[in-house]
């Protein structure tokens, strides 16, 4: 009796066998880190203009309450207001964050708003009334949990940057980098451009 040969498998059946062990072998490798980390990183810039943005959203409140007690005081007012405009009119989208001018631009306008707070808030010891009021004293409190959420915000930036700009120049994912990624650049963080500007402006009353 003779014995049939076995049938081979299909060659369309190996190729994809072969790009799945492949794609298995290279996801282990790391081939996927840099645009993931790179997400990471957008992400991240995005919780920092978010709470930027809801500090933004706190300033008109506050002025106003402090215009309400303490309207001789136009050229602090005058100040903080000018200072949010121009920290809402800079804005850093996902493919600028590579462009280091941008970045200086929008971390010096932020920490002008910062400044133009602090001496608002210090305007505060020289009116009791406002001191004691529960409008004002709810702004406070929202104004200083933004502090920490924006302190938080640029911290996980820093991190994700850093992971990311590591990926791009070690092996193996460097490797990657210059085969299949070469167009992702090095990612820019935050540098302080004042003294102390990693910390959030003092608004107790003491």
């Not at 059946?13 to 840099?34: D, P, Q």
């Not at 995005?46 to 106003?64: I, K, S, T, W």
């Not at 020289?126 to 009021?133: A, E, F, G, Q, T």
């Not at 302190?151 to 930036?157: I, L, P, Q």
Request: proline content about 5%.
């Amino acid at each position: 009796m003779q014995t049939r040969p076995t049938p081979l498998p299909d060659p369309r059946v190996w190729r994809l066998a072969l790009v799945l062990i492949l794609a298995m072998l290279l996801t282990g490798c790391g081939i996927n880190n840099i645009p993931t980390y790179d997400e990471q990183v957008k992400s991240a810039w995005a919780q920092v203009e978010n709470q930027y943005q809801r500090r933004a959203d706190l300033v008109p409140n506050l002025v106003e309450t402090v215009k309400g007690f303490a309207r001789q005081e136009q050229e602090t007012l005058t100040a903080v207001v000018e200072a949010r405009a121009k920290a809402t009119s800079i804005q850093i989208d996902a493919e600028s964050l590579d462009d280091p001018q941008k970045m200086r631009q929008f971390e010096q306008a932020q920490q002008q708003l910062s400044g133009a707070l602090s001496r608002l808030m210090a305007v505060s010891e020289r009116y009791p009334d406002l001191k004691s009021n529960q409008n004002f004293l709810a702004l406070q409190s929202q104004l200083e949990g933004t502090e920490n959420r924006i302190a938080v915000a640029r911290r996980d930036f820093i991190t994700a940057v850093e992971r990311y700009n590591t990926e791009i120049r070690t092996f193996p994912g460097r490797l990657w980098h210059s085969l299949l990624y070469s167009d992702m650049p090095l990612r820019e963080t935050f540098e302080a451009t004042t003294e102390n500007a990693d910390q959030a402006p003092q608004v107790e009353f003491e």
